[in-house]
């Protein structure tokens, strides 16, 4: 069967180190793979988009990498602030069928 | 540029009764997406609309729900007799085009079913 897995729900790590949350999927072939943010009563908001024939991509403080071969995705945030708490959410795309969001792993960045 | 939009953003129905959920798109955006939200979930797709048509209703129970996005006006989802079962958040959300685009979600309406 389908599924799409983050590591844990929940990760406590001290503020100024590097977070890493990783997503896992079986049975799944995405063309693409989304984070986003999701704040406690709000939307969650998009961050990155990985493609499959891309190996990392960086914005800021953010990194994702996606092995396509060991069908994970890694999302890393260096020198994390307590600003950075929050729940992230994977989601595949197989670029014809809708998103799948994976449950999310919950960050607390403690100061 | 103003978000997504969607109202309520808290709905109260007794069992039985109906809720509809409403959702304006971000300006040039006319792909909506509407999504559930369990507590301790994950965000779990309903139907996805393009202006008047339904494009993909796959994740929507096939009773007493039912969505649309007029020419005008905003997107609708509606839950008829509604059972406790129904509480969760629904979000919304929307793209440009269809592809891999981020998608812009809005705040989401918490309905609780009493």
């Known amino acids: 069967s389908q599924k799409i897995e983050q590591n844990s729900e929940a990760l406590n790590i001290q503020e100024g180190k590097t977070a890493t949350l990783t997503c896992n999927y079986t049975?799944?072939?995405?063309?693409?793979l989304q984070w986003y943010r999701q704040d406690p009563g709000r939307g969650p908001v998009f961050l990155l988009l990985?493609?499959?024939?891309?190996k990392e991509k960086r914005k800021e403080r953010l990194k994702v990498t996606f092995d396509t071969t060991l069908k994970q995705s890694l999302f890393h945030i260096t020198a994390s602030q307590p600003a950075d708490s929050a729940t992230y959410l994977c989601?595949?795309?197989?670029?014809?069928?809708?998103?799948?969001f994976g449950k999310g792993t919950r960050l607390s960045v403690i100061a | 540029n103003a978000g997504v939009m969607q109202n309520p953003r808290h709905l109260v129905r007794r069992r039985g009764q109906e809720a509809r959920l409403r959702c304006s798109p971000m300006?040039?955006?006319?792909?909506v997406y509407w999504y559930r939200q369990l507590p301790e979930e994950g965000l779990k797709f309903m139907v996805y609309?393009?202006?008047?048509?339904?494009?993909?209703e796959s994740g929507m129970p096939k009773e007493r729900f039912s969505a649309e996005f007029p020419k005008e006006g905003p997107s609708i989802l509606r839950i008829q007799q509604v059972v406790r079962g129904d509480s969760a958040a629904y979000f919304c959300?929307?793209?440009?085009?269809?592809?891999?685009?981020?998608?812009?979600f809005g705040p989401g309406t918490r309905l609780t079913v009493t």
């Open positions: 959300a929307s793209s440009p085009d269809r592809g891999p685009n981020e998608q812009y």
């Open positions: 049975n799944y072939s995405p063309a693409y």
């Open positions: 990985i493609r499959e024939n891309e």
């Open positions: 989601a595949l795309d197989t670029g014809n069928t809708p998103l799948v």
């Open positions: 300006k040039g955006h006319s792909h």
């Open positions: 609309l393009q202006k008047e048509n339904i494009i993909d």
